[in-house]
């Protein structure tokens, strides 16, 4: 089979693009949830979407919708949750969590389906994506990608220091309820690519990786959106050519992206660890030379008590410390 | 003309706990206030109160004379908060930081003005980090990272600074720093609200005092009383007096 065969079949043009969009969407919602410390918030999410999946099935709906609207409702309560409860937040979360996926299976089993019916969402399955699908899908995901670009500026502010923000007249609620309903958004958007039990990791993943190499927000968003394209496309190819799971091979593309870049990212760390006490062209750092006159030379025979500082060894003069330094001692 | 900040018997309770109470405090424009005190005290949320971020029980609070509750004109203040709020899960560059001090200024959807980046370059520069302004705010410094919050502070070009503990865990070389950056605003009219554990290089910046005292005010006047090392001190600094210390030419050191 060559490059064009994957083209020929229409089933895989869809999983393409329906890959593509949520691979550009879900690390740009994933790198606000990344800033608010929330890395978990989309499996978190997932497991809500469960519900919502089986309630589609239920009232023979479509499952992509009542999944949003259930997902949006619970990523409200997360947030609500988050901002009051300081204390027993993680708690209600891990209720919301467990509830979801065991209501899921409750309503499933009513709808007369089983956890075989639910597969297709949990680990996703992109060649069954309709028609109908994928344009819903492309859509919702280019609708979360105009407005995590768009609105940039405030939702960093507003996940970077809130009460910074609260004290610029930013609506600090609206747009952390705004990032929470693009989370669910792209959770149900993403579940029929990579699956909900596996959605979090294309939106946390490609983040990690980008910001092994950057120093800035907007690029490692920018560069995050990147990776997660590749790795959700290229998952799908892989797949199609080797018959592999798709949304496994998609996130496991991702986390191989990861495992290379982490080295390079600890070099490059290292590296400024090494350098980040001397900024360049300083000649010597500022330091204050002791007025007393000497008339000897500290040593180890001259009276003085011996203290090791770092790589070289004060003497205690008067109680203050004496340092060698050049013709002179330096206070340390 | 009206008060900057105004609030008479302001009683303010977190979570059930009284935290302040009675306070009657009122700011005139260019009026530049330390607020000290002992830790637990109520420093910060006095000051956290006075911009709207905790709700007070009582005491009709205003800004710039409008009822804080209906106040909008948040381009008039700018906040320093304490420190620990300075890096976050994502790397973000100085000046993009320094430059969310603009949005109170800017409309939803545009870039970044000529006025914006002029005033983000500026306010870099006032904190003399011209040098760093790509690199990740996480791996600076903490006096670095302190600065960086004044600078977005001051990129918001505010007409109310409201300072919390600029000078936690700085040493002397950058408290004068801030000191030099705080001179030429105040002397163009600026109001400043600034909570300190000692006045120390700010000394001489500062009209007015006002210590708290187990969340009540306890004393409210001129700050000569303070800038005096004995009465401010209760304990002797070997070495002689702060001000025998060299300060680099610029103030700002790393």
Redesign the interface.
Known sequence: MDVVTIFAYDFMVRALLAALFTGFAAPAVGTYLVQRRMALMGDGIGHIAVTGVAVGLLTQQSPVWTAVGVCIVGAVLIEVIRERGRTSGDVALALIFYGGIAGGLLITGLAGGSAQTLENYLFGSITTVSDADVWTVVALAAAVILLAIGFSPQLFAVCQDEEFAKVLGLRVRAYNLATSVMAAVTVTVAMRTVGLLLVSALMVVPVATAQQLTKGFKVTMLLAMLLGAAASVGGVVTSFYFDFAPGATIVLLALAVFVAAWPVGSLLRYRRRLHEPFPAGEVGLPHTAVPEDHDHRHGADCGHQAVLHGNHVDYVHDGHRHAAHADHYDEH | MSDVISITGGNLALAGRPVLRGIDLHVGAGEVVAVLGANGSGKSTLV?GL???VPWASGDPRLFGQPLREF????R?G?V?QRV?AT??????V???V???R??H?R??LPLSRADRLAVRRAISAVELD?KR???VG?LSGGQQQRVLIA?ALA?EPDLF?LDEPNAGVDQHNQAGLARTLRPLVASGATALIVLHELGPLGDLIDRVLVLREGRIGYDGRPDRFTEPAAAHDHHHPGGRSDNV?I?SSGW??
Do not use: K, N
């Open positions: 956290r911009i709207g971020l909008r004109d948040w381009r203040v906040y908060p709020t976050s899960g994502v790397p973000a560059t000046a993009e930081v430059a969310s001090g949005l109170a800017r939803l959807l040098d790509s690199d990740a791996h977005r918001t409201v060299p680099s050191t790393s």
